[in-house]
């Protein structure tokens, strides 16, 4: 049993402040359980958004000592606390009060990006035939669980609020996942150079550092999407290339 | 809903620096500006220094030996004791201009470097600051990106390692003919020295860190959204993936090696360092 001292962003989308807790914590304990125990024993008020206590619902994104994580995933051994630990809500959506901010600019977003469209089924019975391996490849992808952490620590939205012209680090991942899709025949390529702006990503791997599900956001769906634009808007040679290239 | 209204209901963009990051969140970037400006500088001096055609320290020719700088591969041009392919320099070269063979040699490495993914990513941190580190304020409101001028420019990157891949082969040929020593008797013999694995070390880490590259392993094979149906790419994405997984690391230990290669071969060609022989046949 130890004591720790939590700074606790107390406020709504008009003013808040750091407010500190001291509180007894006990070995195995994560985040998530001292600000409950806080919650419970010293601010009843607290807003805080949580769920499953097991890194995969990610309603309890928040940044621990400035660094964007899951309340519920980061054990108290993972963090200094001989000095206060800091809780502040995510940084890149409007706050709502406390911890909890306005999470729904990403699912406006998801409705802009074009849907799965697949081919033709494979067979008459309507189902289609893919081998594991090109599923693979786009499986990482579906590992997501819309903490986003991912986006909160893009500095594009971040710092620079393009909310408006960048999809974000989420939506490139499930751009990914559509257009890498070995049954998809739909293109999404010219509106992620333009309306998705990922041109804005400048390849910091923030995104991929954060990331609870250790997906590879940058290396595995981000670059191979620039590299897609890039065949398609910046290649004079790629273009030859692409009519004679094996398809598939 | 607009951009301000949506913008005004975010917090205030952070101050330079202000973050509650309680890690040494700046000791990264600090490592990565040291690094990669201590090797501009010195790759930068080691070029001039080909700019005087009374020395040629960066090719080694003591003891039988024939080692050539990679900052200098392929000689292109040169003075005696290395002869350069088209002479001296070039005949158009303006008068009032320094001329050094590197000149014509490293842009191509550097344009790699500087447009890879890796690189893009480490220098806008430690450079540029944009951002300094992840979660932490940046000095700069407004940001374009690499969506519009000068950072569009970065899309030439495949472009980069075709001229790339070829240097790894010309440099693998400089390693196998460091492999060889011109005998009292005046003919080539296989032998091994320590100039010798300096140099394939050299072609073997620019090797893994070229053939790592995201663009080659998009060329290859990560256009494909099927691999099943082309098991030769799908072999060649497997094979580039697995150096690109350790992308940062290959072209870290290359670049300090490269410079290595150069500062190696240099201090040789001055009689500072003594090449050590383990053999020759």
């Known amino acids: ?248 | 809903m607009a951009t301000m209204s949506y913008a005004s209901t975010l917090p205030k963009q952070a101050k330079f620096g202000e973050t509650t990051r309680s890690d040494v969140w700046w000791m990264q970037p600090l490592v990565v500006f040291l690094g990669f400006s201590a090797f501009i500088v010195y790759s930068t001096w080691a070029a001039l220094q080909g700019t005087d055609i009374s020395t040629c320290y960066y090719w080694f020719g003591g003891n039988g030996a024939n080692y050539l700088s990679p900052f200098y591969s392929p000689a292109l041009f040169g003075s005696t004791p290395h002869p350069g392919i088209f002479g001296v320099m070039p005949a158009w070269w303006p008068a009032f201009l320094p001329f050094s063979p590197a000149f014509f040699i490293m842009w191509i490495p550097a344009g790699f470097r500087f447009t890879c993914y890796y690189y893009r990513g480490a220098y806008y941190k430690a450079f540029w600051l944009d951002p300094v580190n992840c979660a932490v304020g940046e000095p700069r409101k407004s940001y374009l990106g690499e969506r519009y001028l000068p950072l569009i420019l970065q899309n030439v990157h495949r472009y980069f390692m075709y001229l790339a891949v070829v240097f790894i082969l010309i440099l693998g040929r400089d390693a196998w003919d460091g492999l060889w020593f011109k005998g009292a008797d005046g003919g080539e013999h296989f032998g091994l020295a320590v100039g010798s694995l300096v140099l394939i070390v050299n072609v073997v880490l620019l090797g893994g860190y070229t053939l790592g590259c995201h663009s080659l392993r998009h060329l290859v094979g990560g256009f494909l959204d099927s691999f099943s149906k082309n098991k030769a790419c799908a072999s060649c994405f497997n094979a580039v993936t697995c150096l690109n997984k350790k992308h940062m690391l290959w072209a870290w230990m290359s670049l300090i090696w490269v410079g290595f290669t150069d500062v190696y071969i240099r201090l040789c060609a001055m009689g500072i360092w003594h090449d050590f022989r383990f053999f020759t046949f």
């Open chain 1, 1 to 248: 049993m130890s004591t720790v001292t939590f700074k606790i962003w107390r406020g709504d989308k008009e003013s808040g402040k750091l407010v500190d807790y001291t509180t007894e914590a006990s070995e195995g304990m994560v985040v998530l359980d001292v600000v409950h125990k806080i919650q419970a024993t010293q601010a009843n008020d607290m807003a805080c958004r949580w769920n499953c206590k097991a890194g995969k619902c990610g309603s309890c994104s928040a940044e621990i000592n400035g660094k964007p994580s899951l309340m519920c995933m980061t054990r108290l051994d993972m963090i200094p606390i001989d000095k206060p630990v800091t809780i502040q809500p995510m940084r890149a959506f409007p706050s709502i009060r406390d911890l909890v901010t306005d999470v729904s600019w990403n699912f406006r977003v998801k409705k802009k990006i074009k849907q799965f469209k697949p081919r033709p089924p494979d067979a008459p019975d309507g189902t289609w035939r893919m081998q594991q391996e090109d599923v693979d490849r786009v499986q990482e992808f579906r590992k997501c669980i819309e903490c986003f952490l991912c986006q909160d620590v893009c500095h594009v939205l971040r710092d620079h609020h393009k909310h408006e012209e960048f999809i974000g680090p989420r939506y490139l991942v499930y751009t990914a996942a559509l257009e890498m899709h070995p049954l998809d025949t739909e293109d999404r390529i010219p509106e992620l150079k333009e309306a998705h702006g990922i041109g804005y990503c400048n390849i910091t791997k923030c995104c991929t550092k954060v990331c609870p599900e250790h997906i590879t956001i940058t290396d595995n769906a981000i670059i191979p999407l620039k590299e897609r634009v890039v065949d398609d808007f910046y290649d004079p040679l790629g273009w030859l290339w692409k009519i004679l290239r094996p398809k598939g």
